[in-house]
């Protein structure tokens, strides 16, 4: 099977010669590394660039996936032509990250396509501050989902699946270097209209509590992952769209529905979270 035959390796992915030894005899390099929120600002521009040197020291492509901070307050679908405009610190250095990337392939040093996804959504996905481990173990044991904006604002989810298979597609098409494409993502919905279908999959009911802002930032004080969740909170209050209508014409493919999606959710999310209930 595929997975058999995965070589595992562990490192840091900073260091050029590491970086090096793991992208040797590649053809087309993934890099998909995050830091923890309150590790972006010392950790994500190393990695990144670690990720840059395998690819270009083996002689093979790169597909980067990022995600929508650097466009900042929006107003409509974000597209792949909406202004770079960060207004919080984690946006900015994914501005900064997604100029060393085209500068990089301007200068001809390797082939970069950049894959732009929302939140991700799905079985695994823990670590989302909306829908991740936390919402699951407030919901199996029986309390509300807590939501940092507007609970009836739309805002749209990354299937996890969706994005993998983008990424492959890209990796898989010459003409998609040199560009960035975003994830094709499912219509938008609220964190309330999200949360009662989960709770129409479980059985049961699930009440949306709003985090005061003055909460949240009173909490970041003496909590520096609380602190990073309380900056990007923003991205909840208003309606927040993804067009990944450009993807869809040149590679074909749609977003799983999301009624699929829920229910592979929900059937992971038991096997892993519902012992919180019987506790």
Known sequence: SPTERLERASGDLADRAFAESVGRGASVVYDCTSPPYDRWLTDLLPLARGAMHAAASAGAKLVALDNLYMYGRTEGPMTEDTPIA??????EIRARLAEERAEASARGELAIATARASDFFGPGVVRQTTFGERFWQRVFAGKSA???????????LAYAPDVARALVTLGEHDEAFGRVWHVPTAPPESMRAMTQRIAAALGVTIRVARVPRLALRAFGLVEPLAR????MAYQW?????VDGSRFTAAFGGAPTPIAEVVRAT??????NFAHARAA
């Open 86 to 91: 960060p207004c919080s610190k984690k946006g």
């Open 266 to 271: 929900v059937h992971w999310a038991r096997s």
């Open 146 to 156: 807590q939501c940092f904006g507007d609970p009836d604002a739309p805002h749209a």
């Open 228 to 231: 990073e969740v309380a900056e």
């Open 237 to 241: 209050d208003a309606p927040y769209v």
